[in-house]
């Protein structure tokens, strides 16, 4: 006698609604200037360091333009390289 293979039945589990990622920067029309640090603190940790783009929800071409103003400030001295706790 010959065994048969139930028919595969294909179960999808239901699709996760995942939260759509979108630029707050390209939302809201946000405007990083260097010579505003608290506004570029935001976007800093404790320690001084600039958040990741996971983080900040922002879009690469705003990551870079955020990282540019940052270095920016931090070359005035408006803002630290580093803090320590």
Not at 14 to 35: I, T
Request: aromatic share 6%; net charge positive.
């Amino acid at each position: 006698m010959v065994q048969r293979h139930k028919p595969m039945v294909h179960r999808h589990k239901p699709m996760l609604q995942r939260h759509k990622k979108v630029c707050r920067v390209c939302q809201q029309g946000l405007k990083f200037d260097y010579k505003e640090p608290e506004a570029l603190r935001q976007f800093m940790n404790r320690r001084g360091k600039i958040l990741s783009r996971r983080i900040t929800h922002l879009c690469a071409k705003h990551q870079n333009w955020l990282a540019t103003e940052i270095d920016r400030a931090r070359k005035l001295a408006l803002l630290p390289y580093e803090e320590r706790p």
